[in-house]
């Protein structure tokens, strides 16, 4: 299923492995050097918080130093970091000291201002135990001098500031590999590009392995296509690349670029019926998300990295790949589901992952999927009576109903809703397990689902979505043979329990 002969990226072939070609930063890396002789010499050091910029050579260095030591663990911070993870994986091994050796273990634990994490005071605090009680190494990392997350962290430990890489020595290793790969390259181009990376050592050889890799040159016209946008924009970019191309090449390319890849695949999820058309075409590259959604997982769960690689083929190459021709058509896509540039703040990212948790509960699917029916969700929330039905399913406050439709679900409706459902308990404690009582229930069920149908063939959008909306749902669900066992049983045992009607809503 994955694409042979993928080429490295440069960023891991051309690594620093020893301080040495760590480029720049010479005072700070005199200090860490110290901080790790001192260790060697059973003086014990405090906590090493390497704080910088992207793509300056952080985390470098924290496997730079972990090689000084018998055995290290890491965990990256910025993934789902909660209390019970950091205790588990890293408190036990930091408080367990081997007491009869006095082998050194070295934690890592990477970006711990959480870029991409959610609420994290749990998390904060589990760090401060560990940095206190810890009779291990730690070195930390993080992006963000002033990041409020570091405040209590911060005077813990000892602060490193790593700047960012200057000018003249990018342009100086960008030449020097530039020449290990044979390309040719206008030395002015090479400058140019050193100059727009910012001190960036990691986009800037993204950059030029992205340009060159083929053509094996570099002109200044290639730099055209290199303009300095911010990660929203080359989010979007890289969506309509997935989209848009079926280029292994061109896709590949584009999925390099400096964001949490599972909100890359929420993006390409949520826009996926956007742009395909046909019901195979959506259903297949919702099975490549589903696929790219449980290697995140694997990622996860085991720290495996590497696992990230593998979803990004998938979501990328995979969905891609799943279209039968490009469409000749403009699609706005559109990433409200996510959080646009602006929306981008804490706060809507926690109510997202609240309402994504309460919908992984009930309909027994992965965050990531729950997120990428927010759209679906949006249409249905528009009618009153059905936005009442899955919000009291889904058991949602207020502002969780507002994530879907702007005006309350009308205390008219609620009240109507409410009696009705009374009389449906009372009806079906009548017919209890009779099959008449089945009946009744099914013939609900398809009242609803045409009242959302028609909703949908009446509002602007064409009618080819209602189709397919189905459809990408139901592929969704089925994203896994596990799970989908976990849901027959799940379902066996609550299809009793539960008012059917509500749960029809679900069942795609
Ligand atoms: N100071 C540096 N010297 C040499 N290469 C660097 C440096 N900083 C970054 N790089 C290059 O960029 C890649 C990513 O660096 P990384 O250590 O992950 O940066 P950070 O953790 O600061 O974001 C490295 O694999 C290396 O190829
Ligand atoms: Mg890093």
């Keep these: 299923m994955l694409p042979k002969g993928k080429s490295m990226l440069w960023t891991d072939k051309y690594r620093p492995k020893v301080f040495k070609d760590i480029i720049g930063n ?19 050091q405090p906590c090493l918080l390497l704080i910088g910029p992207a793509g300056t050579g952080k985390t470098s260095i924290a496997h730079i130093i972990a090689n000084n030591f018998s055995e290290f663990i890491e965990l990256n911070a910025s993934d789902k970091r909660s209390h019970d993870v950091i205790m588990n994986t890293v408190g036990e091994s930091s408080t367990t000291q081997s007491l009869f050796s006095k082998e050194r273990k070295l934690i890592i ?15 904060t605090r589990a760090i401060g135990k560990i940095i206190k009680e810890s009779h291990h190494p730690i070195v930390m990392t993080a992006n963000d001098f002033y990041s409020k997350r570091l405040t209590s962290i911060k005077p813990k430990c000892q602060v490193v500031k790593i ?8 342009n100086a290793l960008l030449k020097k590999i530039c020449k290990e790969e044979g390309i040719e390259a206008d030395p002015l181009v090479i400058k140019e590009l050193a100059k727009r990376s910012n001190g960036d050592m990691r986009s800037a050889l993204n950059t030029l392995q992205v340009i060159v890799e083929e ?5 200044l016209s290639d ?36 964001e949490d890849p599972t909100l890359v695949m929420e993006y390409v999820a949520e826009n996926i019926p956007r742009e395909y058309e046909k019901a195979k075409e959506i259903k297949k590259a919702y099975e490549m998300i589903s696929e790219a959604d449980l290697y995140f997982g694997r990622a996860r769960s085991s720290r495996n990295y ?10 990328g190459i995979g969905v891609a790949l799943a279209k039968d021709e490009t469409y000749k058509k403009f699609t706005r896509l559109t990433g409200s589901m996510a959080f646009s540039l602006m929306g981008r703040t804490r706060g809507k990212r926690a109510l997202r992952d609240r309402i ?28 009153d009576e059905v936005a009442y039905e899955i919000a009291s399913y889904l058991d949602f406050d207020d502002d969780e109903v507002k994530r879907f439709r702007k005006r309350k679900i009308p205390k008219k409706v609620i009240k109507k809703m409410e009696k009705k459902k009374l009389e449906e308990k009372s009806k079906s404690k009548d017919f209890k397990s009779s099959s008449l009582g089945v009946a009744v229930e099914k013939d609900e069920t398809k009242k609803s689902n045409s009242k959302i149908e028609k909703k949908k063939k009446s509002s602007e959008s064409d009618d080819s979505k209602i189709e397919n909306n189905e459809i990408t749902v139901k592929s969704k669900k089925g994203y896994s043979d596990q799970d989908k066992k976990e849901n027959l049983e799940e379902n066996e045992t609550k299809d009793k329990k539960e008012n059917s009607a509500q749960k029809s809503l679900f069942n795609f």
């Design 26 to 44: 010479g005072k700070q890396k005199k200090e860490i050097e110290a901080w790790v002789e001192n260790w060697k010499n059973e003086i014990p």
């Design 109 to 123: 634990l990477d970006e711990v201002d959480g870029i991409h994490g959610n609420d994290d005071r749990g998390g």
């Design 163 to 170: 700047n960012k890489v200057h000018t003249n020595s990018i």
């Design 215 to 219: 053509s094996k040159k570099l002109g």
């Design 223 to 258: 730099l055209d296509i290199v303009s300095q946008k911010d990660n929203i924009n080359n989010i979007f970019d890289t969506v309509r690349r997935v989209l848009k191309s079926k280029s292994i090449d061109k896709v590949k390319k584009s999925m390099m670029l400096d």
């Design 306 to 315: 590497t696992y990230w690689r593998y979803a990004t083929d998938f979501m």
């Design 356 to 383: 994504a948790e309460k919908m992984s509960k009930k309909l027994h699917i992965s965050n990531s999927i729950a997120i990428s029916m927010f759209p679906e969700m949006e249409i249905m929330f528009q009618n």
